[in-house]
């Protein structure tokens, strides 16, 4: 079993960037690819970004490629999300999913999930 918390969200206006963190309870965490996962109001949850257990290798949706970077950190038990270029249409409860093998970007196949943080970007 994984806990995760997300934290980093808040109020930003269009252009501004925000760090998001997701901080795992277990060491087993660093076997785990984990993703980055977002829903808007009235909208389905839609992947944002992956990364391998190693940090190798990362996908991105077409929406943020270029933007956002996720990064881990396994000593600290720790995925980053860091999003630049911040647009109104990322407005969304950002969430952080693990305990799959490979960075897959469909939601179902993730087992364990923060409870979200909120990000609201302005125009």
């Known amino acids: 079993q994984v806990q995760l918390v997300e934290s980093g969200g808040g109020l930003v206006q269009a252009g501004d960037s925000l760090r998001l963190s997701c901080a795992a309870s277990a060491r087993t965490f660093g076997r785990y690819a984990t993703g980055w996962f977002r829903q808007a109001p009235g909208k389905e949850r839609e992947f944002v970004a992956a990364?391998?257990?190693?940090?190798?290798?990362?996908h991105y949706s077409d929406s943020v490629k270029g933007r956002f970077t996720i990064s881990r950190d396994n000593a600290k038990n720790a995925v980053y999300l860091q999003m630049n270029s911040l647009k109104p249409e990322d407005t969304a409860v950002y969430y952080c999913?693990?305990?799959?093998?490979?960075?897959?970007?469909?939601?179902?196949?993730?087992?364990?999930w923060g409870q979200g943080t909120q990000v609201t970007v302005s125009s």
């Open positions: 990364i391998s257990w190693t940090g190798t290798s990362t």
């Open positions: 999913a693990t305990g799959v093998g490979g960075a897959i970007m469909n939601s179902a196949g993730y087992p364990y």
